[in-house]
């Protein structure tokens, strides 16, 4: 049983060191523990310090891609070198690197294929009112959206089973973490959360420059996520409600055509006509977007199939040099 710690970075150099040395040697279950960081077009010398440290791969980036990029850059390199279980931290030791082992034991007693750290939000000095407020406003409504009980859906401390990394897609370009829970819960993967501790502050997040943009880009993330993954009911509900705007005004104008006041209410009734256009064109746009949406249901697990066979085939091929 391999694991793979991989850590996003993105000028660490100051901070990276003091992650990578919480980082555990030795979890009961797991008989080799490697370590990976995505340099994610830093310029500083975060890799050389990562080299100097002994990780044992670097994923670099000529320029800043982002988050999501680099998260599933980096899964591609843990998937190809043949781990079983991939755990996320980040470099500026925000999260405690024992618990780690809290995070993979779901996961080696089979009770789950993703599992995310829980953090004492409320209990964290640096995070602000503001953002404490938002951080479970956000979890709420990612839960909503996903049908899962994840408490803090913007934790990026979670570890992957081998399967459930093979078939995680993110096309946002901000952040992985919404996405892939609203994908993991709407898909039906066996998922949850561990309580875990979290370290002072080191240095600012480098995720968002104001809270407005987070939150701005957080639901764009959360609302996309929906539509791709329940276009059918997503649409059907915008559809409903302009359908059912059009139909109350169609029958208002339709009362007061009955008591011979019609000729006074003509507005109303292109009003009501347009509404009705508009829903029953929402509805057939709902219609398009679920046959789309189980062609890429389809997709994905062909998707599935070659990245197994691919990734597969170059941890056999790494196993064998090795052997030789």
């Known amino acids: 049983m391999k694991l793979i710690i991989q850590v996003p970075c993105y ?36 890799v050389e310090v990562a080299k100097k440290w002994g990780v044992h791969y670097v994923v670099n980036f000529k320029q800043n891609k982002g988050l ?23 470099a500026d030791n925000q999260y405690n690197g024992d618990d780690i082992e809290k995070l993979v034991r779901p996961i080696l007693d089979e009770k789950a294929d993703i599992v995310i750290g829980e953090r004492p939000i409320d209990n964290t000095a640096h995070f602000s009112p503001l953002k404490k407020k938002l951080q479970h406003f956000g979890s709420w409504t990612v839960r909503v959206a996903s049908k899962s009980d994840i408490p803090d859906a913007p934790s990026g401390f979670r570890a992957y089973s081998r399967e459930a990394a ?9 952040t992985y973490t919404l996405e892939t829970i609203v994908q993991a819960g709407r898909t039906k993967m066996a998922m949850t959360s561990v309580p875990i501790r979290t370290n002072p502050e080191l240095r600012k997040s480098r ?11 957080s639901m764009v993330t959360i609302v996309r996520s929906f539509m791709m993954y329940k276009p059918l009911k997503f649409f059907g509900i915008i559809g409903g409600i302009l359908f059912a705007l059009g139909l109350a005004l169609g029958i208002r104008f339709l009362v007061y055509y009955g008591m011979g006041a019609g000729s006074g209410h003509v507005q109303s009734l292109i009003l009501a006509s347009t509404f009705l256009l508009m829903g029953v064109q929402t509805f057939i746009i709902a219609l398009q977007a679920d046959i789309i949406a189980a062609n890429r249901k389809i997709l994905e697990d062909v998707q599935y199939h070659v990245r197994k066979i691919d990734y597969d085939n170059d941890a056999k091929n790494k196993e064998d040099k090795e052997s030789k």
């Open 11 to 46: 000028n660490e150099a100051e901070t990276l060191e003091i992650a990578l040395n919480d980082l555990p040697k030795h979890i009961d279950g797991i008989d080799e523990i490697e370590y990976l960081i995505i340099n994610d077009g830093s310029a500083d010398n975060t």
């Open 166 to 174: 093979l078939r995680l897609n993110v096309v946002n370009e901000y």
């Open 207 to 217: 995720l968002f420059s104001s809270m407005f943009g987070y939150v701005k880009r």
């Open 68 to 90: 999501a990029k680099g998260f599933m850059a980096g899964l591609d390199a843990c998937l190809r070198n043949g781990a079983d279980i991939i755990v996320n931290t980040d």
